[in-house]
C-alpha cells in the first residue's frame, strides 16, 4: 500500500506519543488498542523503541507483530529510524556505513509491513543542515527502497522553515533523481505560531515559523505529515497550532495520505496522552468530516 | 513494567563469587523514547551513600553482556533497547551492607540528530534513588 | 495496562447498526484485588452529563456476552476477571454527540468473608470522569 | 512438597501485596521478577485475580505459568480462593455446591503446583464465624485434597483473637478428624499492637488483638502464615506488628514452613509496594538469619 495512492486524508498516529506511557503504564498492545478506539488505522512505530531485539528482531516476534496488526485492524504506515551519523565518537559515520545501516533498516520496515520510513540524517549545523554526504547516502539506498517498496523521508521540523534552503535542495533532489522513493515528511510544528514552553523552562525560546500557505507547493512531495500537537483545550482548538487551516488547505489541494498524530505535550501524568489524542481527533474528523 | 524512576528498585544486589561478596549491580533504564547503540552513551558519575566509584571499577550490562565502563564507545553494535535495563555492576569487596543505600548517578547519550551544540543534551539530570540491599 | 481510574478512557464510543448509532459503551475495571462472579456484582447508578440512565437501558458485557443489568445477580456462573473490563452498553437513540461527555457511575459487589452488614462495603465510592467521545 | 516438611522458616510473598500495582503498572512477570529479586521463593497467588480464565485457565496459560514459575525459580505455595457463600443474593450456598466449587479449586491449585490453599470461608456474624456448615463443607472435601495433595487452611485474621472459640473449633476438627489436609494459616494482623488507620479513615478503629504468646499453642497447626506489614520503617522495625518477637517465637519452637509477605500499608504510589517489601524481608533475615 502506497499512501500516496490511499484516497483522501487519512488519520493515524505514531507510538512516539506515548513515550511518557510506553514501558510504564502502557504496552505495544495497549497502544493499538487505543489507536484501534480512535477509529482510525495508520500507525507509526520508531524502530529501536518498539521492536525488541532490534535490528535482528526474532520470527517469532515478529509473527507476533503480524498478529497484533491484523487484531486491531492497523495499517503500517511509517518506520521512524535515525542514522547516527555520529554514532562513534570523534568521527562521522562514512557513506558506506550509512548506506549499510539504511539498508538495514529498509529491510526490516518492509519485513513490518511499512511503506514511508522517517529517515532521521544527522546533523552539523544549529539550523538542522544534515550531513554533507545525504545526497549520496540517499542514493545508495534507493534501490534498495525501490525493491522493497518504500518511501524514505526526511522529517521537516523546525527551526527549520518550509520556505527554506534545506527543504528546496530535497525537493531539487526529487525532481533531478525523478526518484518516488524519497519525500518528505512535514512536521506540522513548523507551522506553530505560539512557542511551546517546556515545564522547567523559565521562558519562551522565540522560535520563527512557517505560514500556512508555505505548504501549498510542497504538497506533491509530501509523503506523509507528523501531526504535532501540544494542547488541545475544552472547545478542541490546537493552542499552538492551526489545525483548521493547515487541513482545509490539504483538502483543498486534494492531498493523499496520513496524519500521524504526534503528541508533544506534556507526558508524565498517565492517560493525559491518550486524552489529548482524543480531543486531537475530534478536531481532525470535524475538519476532514471522518 | 519499569520503574517510572530511571534508577530500578528490581536488581539492586550484591553479587557474589563462590559465596564471598565481590560487588554489587543496579540497574537503569533509559529516560528517553528511543534505544541507543552502546557507542552513544556517555556515562557520568556514580556514587553510593556519596561515595564515588572509580570509573576502572563499574562495567555495564547490556544484553547479558558486561563492557567495562571505559569501552563503551567502542560498541557501535551493540543495542540497548528502550524497554530493557542496562545493569552497572561494580567490584567492591565484601559488596555493599544490608540496608538502606542512597545512590546517585547520571548519564548522557549523543543524539546526532541534534546540532552537534546539543549532541549530548538529554539525560543530564542526575538521578538518586535510596534502595535496600536485601 | 488499565487506566488507574474505574471508567476507562479506551471503550467509550458510540454503538451503530447499520451506520446509525444506537447507544454507547463506556469500559470500567473492577476495583477491587480479585476478580468477582456476575452475581455478586450490584450495579448502582450510572449518568452521563447529568442525564441518568434507565436501569433497562443498560447492559453489561462480560467475557464478550450481555447481560441485561436486572440480570447480573442470576449469573454465578460467569466470572469478571481482575484483568478485563466490563463494558457499560447502553441503549441511547442516536448514541452520544461527538465531543467531550461527563460520566458518573458506582457500583459494589458481595464480599462473603466480610460480616453480612458489610457485605457490599466495597467500590461504594462514585466514580466520575470526563472522556471524549471521537 | 509439603511446607511443613521443609525445613526451618522460609521467606515468600503473596501477591496480593501488589493489588494498587497489579494491571497498572505490574503484569504477573514483573512481580515474580521482584519476589526473586528478594531471595526468597515462596509464592501465593489470590486464583481469581492470577488466573486468567479462572476458574477454567486455558492449557496455553497453564504451560505459560509453570515456565515463568521455572525461570524465576518460585515455589507456588499457596493458592487463595474464597467459597462466596452469598454468591447469590438472598440464599445462601448449600453444602453440595460449596464442595463442588472446592474441588474444582483443589484440582486448579494442585495444577499449578500448589500444596497450601487459604481457603476464605464466608461468614456469617461480625465476629467472623464461618458458615454453620463448615465442618461439612471441608469433610465433603477432604478425599479431594488427599488425593491431589494440599492442605485447606482457613485464615485466621484480626478481629479474630488466637485464644477464642473460633480457633478451638479449628483445632479440635484437626484433631477429631486426624486430617493432614486441613489447618491453620495464621495472619499476623492478630497480633497488630497498634491500629492502623486506613487513609481516609478520621480516628483509628479501636482493635482487640493477641499477645504474640498465644500463637505458641497453635503452631503444631499452623501450615503457612501471612506475614501482614503496614509499614516498615528506615531502621527495619515494622511499626504495627512485633516481628522479632514473632519470629524468635517461631524459631525457638522449630516451626517449619513460609511466611508469605502480606503488604496492606499505602498502595496507590507506585514502587511503595515493592520498596517496603525489601524492607520487610531485610527485618525478617535479620531475625531468621537468611
Ligand atoms: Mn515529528
Ligand atoms: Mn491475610
Known sequence: MDPKKTRGIRRGVSLYSYSGE??????????FKDIRDLGCDGLEILANAHVPGYPKPTGAWVAEWHR??????LRPVEYGHWIDSRRYPGRELTTEESVAGLIVDIKLAAKLGFTVMRTKMGVISDDLDPVANWREIIKGALPTAKRYGVVMCPEIH?????????????????????????ALNIDFGVMMHRTWRFPGMSHDVVMKYSPVSDLKPLLPYVAVCHAKFYEVDDDFNETYIDYPAILELMKKERWSGYLLSEYEGLKDQPGRASDQLRRQHVLMKRVLGR | MLDREVIQSRGFRNVAVNGQAVGFEVAVRLPYYRGIWLSQLRPGHLSVDGEEIREADISWIVNGTAYPQKDVTKHGDVHWFLLDTAVLSVKKKGGLAQGLHDVALDFTWSASYMPPSMDTGFGTRPQKRRLAIV
Not at chain 1, 514501558?23 to 495497549?30: R, S
Not at chain 1, 520556505?163 to 525523478?178: A, G, H, L, P
Open chain 1, 22 to 31: 510506553y514501558g510504564v503504564t502502557m504496552a505495544l498492545e495497549d497502544m
Open chain 1, 158 to 182: 523546525n527551526p527549520t522553515l518550509l520556505d527554506s534552503r534545506m527543504v528546496r535542495e530535497y525537493v531539487d533532489f526529487i525532481r533531478e533523481t525523478k526518484t518516488k522513493h524519497f
Open chain 1, 68 to 73: 497484533l496488526i491484523r487484531k486491531y485492524g
